[in-house]
């Protein structure tokens, strides 16, 4: 296989010692990948939500290389890959994230996702479980699933999911974020985050430049926008089926979704759910070396 031409070469890309950077073709996409660890241990692909990108499992990542095969895919619009002016319903993005791994010569992986990423993951073991051993999903309502048809108006629960509203809104996000993503990244990552040193301010520089590169922030709200066909795709899915693969749900003792276990088990076969302690929304950076140890349980236990 031949390495596609990296789509943006003037965003800053950081480097993972022991990690290489790969870039490959996704139904007529770039999707950008970052590979390394154990070539004949499992594969384990892993996926970001926003408003970060791969860099978000740059803690994790050592600790599961020591076993595993790992990749990490900045899904299209996120980080270094393409960012398509087409769909991004969970259903189409899961399409081109399964093409990425088919072309880095992957059969069969275990799937980690976390936010936007495990609305992707939900939806590509739905589509495609026969190329997956299982699937972790970290801290995150599923569109059409687990995911509430509403924003809360309560303000001690409203500043947790207050966003999907209003990234709904034609036009008024770019009008308000443009030039001023680094604001917007910054205000996630403190928030959201259960310590407000967790992120540095180079780590908010990286993301808010990902987002604000050309066609960053229009793709980033087009999965928020798009998540009502997501949804739709979701629930027409599951009238057909369950999911039949093993899933783990991680939850953090202050995320988003305090069990995510038992929020998924109605449409899983086998489900199962661990809630990590003193971390936030960003469970992967927030504790790393407890996610590398439910993954790997995770896998010795389903595999």
Same mark, same amino acid.
């Given at each position: @296989?031949?390495?596609?031409?990296?789509?943006?070469?003037?965003?800053?890309? #950081?480097?993972? #010692?022991?990690?290489?950077?790969? &870039?490959?073709?996704?139904?007529?996409?770039?999707?950008?990948?970052?590979?390394?660890?154990?070539?004949?241990?499992?594969?384990?692909?892993?996926?970001?939500?926003?408003?970060?990108?791969?860099?978000?499992?740059?803690?994790? @990542?050592?600790?599961?290389?020591?076993?595993?095969?790992?990749?990490?895919?900045?899904?299209?619009?996120?980080?270094?890959?393409? $960012?398509?002016?087409?769909?991004?319903?969970?259903?189409?993005?899961?399409?081109?994230?399964?093409?990425?791994?088919?072309?880095?010569?992957?059969?069969?992986? &275990?799937?980690?996702?976390?936010?936007?990423?495990?609305?992707?993951?939900?939806?590509?073991?739905?589509?495609?479980?026969?190329?997956?051993?299982?699937?972790?999903?970290?801290?995150?309502?599923?569109?059409?699933?687990?995911?509430?048809?509403?924003?809360?108006?309560?303000?001690? $629960?409203?500043?947790?999911?207050?966003?999907?509203?209003?990234?709904?809104?034609?036009?008024?996000?770019?009008?308000?974020?443009?030039?001023?993503?680094?604001?917007?990244?910054?205000?996630?990552?403190?928030?959201?985050?259960?310590?407000?040193?967790?992120?540095?301010?180079?780590?908010?520089?990286?993301?808010?430049?990902?987002?604000?590169?050309?066609?960053?922030? $229009?793709?980033?709200?087009?999965?928020?926008?798009?998540?009502?066909?997501?949804? $739709?795709?979701?629930?027409?899915?599951?009238?057909?089926?369950?999911?039949?693969?093993?899933?783990?749900?991680?939850?953090?003792?202050?995320?988003?979704? #305090?069990? @995510?276990?038992?929020?998924?088990?109605?449409?899983?076969?086998?489900?199962?759910?661990?809630?990590? #302690?003193?971390?936030?929304?960003?469970?992967?950076?927030?504790?790393?070396?407890?996610?590398?140890?439910?993954?790997?349980?995770?896998?010795?236990?389903?595999?």
């Amino acid at each position: @296989m031949t390495d596609a031409a990296n789509p943006l070469p003037e965003l800053p890309l #950081p480097d993972l #010692p022991g990690f290489t950077h790969r &870039w490959v073709d996704a139904e007529g996409i770039q999707l950008h990948a970052v590979e390394g660890g154990n070539p004949t241990g499992p594969a384990v692909v892993l996926l970001a939500g926003f408003p970060q990108t791969w860099w978000a499992w740059r803690k994790a @990542m050592p600790g599961l290389a020591e076993r595993f095969r790992v990749l990490a895919i900045d899904l299209p619009g996120q980080g270094h890959s393409d $960012r398509p002016h087409d769909s991004y319903d969970t259903h189409t993005v899961a399409s081109r994230v399964q093409a990425a791994v088919s072309a880095l010569d992957v059969p069969q992986y &275990w799937l980690v996702a976390h936010d936007i990423g495990a609305w992707v993951a939900f939806s590509l073991a739905l589509k495609y479980e026969e190329r997956l051993h299982g699937v972790a999903l970290l801290d995150a309502g599923i569109p059409g699933i687990t995911l509430p048809d509403s924003v809360p108006t309560d303000p001690e $629960r409203a500043w947790k999911t207050w966003h999907f509203a209003f990234h709904l809104v034609p036009e008024l996000p770019e009008t308000l974020l443009s030039g001023r993503e680094r604001d917007y990244v910054d205000w996630f990552l403190n928030a959201k985050a259960l310590s407000p040193d967790t992120f540095d301010s180079a780590e908010t520089e990286h993301y808010a430049a990902a987002i604000a590169a050309e066609g960053g922030l $229009r793709a980033s709200l087009a999965y928020y926008r798009d998540a009502a066909e997501s949804a $739709r795709k979701n629930r027409d899915a599951l009238d057909r089926q369950r999911l039949t693969v093993p899933v783990l749900g991680i939850s953090s003792s202050h995320g988003s979704i #305090p069990d @995510m276990g038992a929020s998924l088990s109605p449409w899983a076969d086998q489900a199962t759910g661990v809630v990590l #302690p003193d971390a936030g929304h960003f469970i992967p950076d927030e504790q790393p070396d407890a996610v590398v140890a439910a993954v790997t349980s995770f896998i010795d236990h389903a595999g």
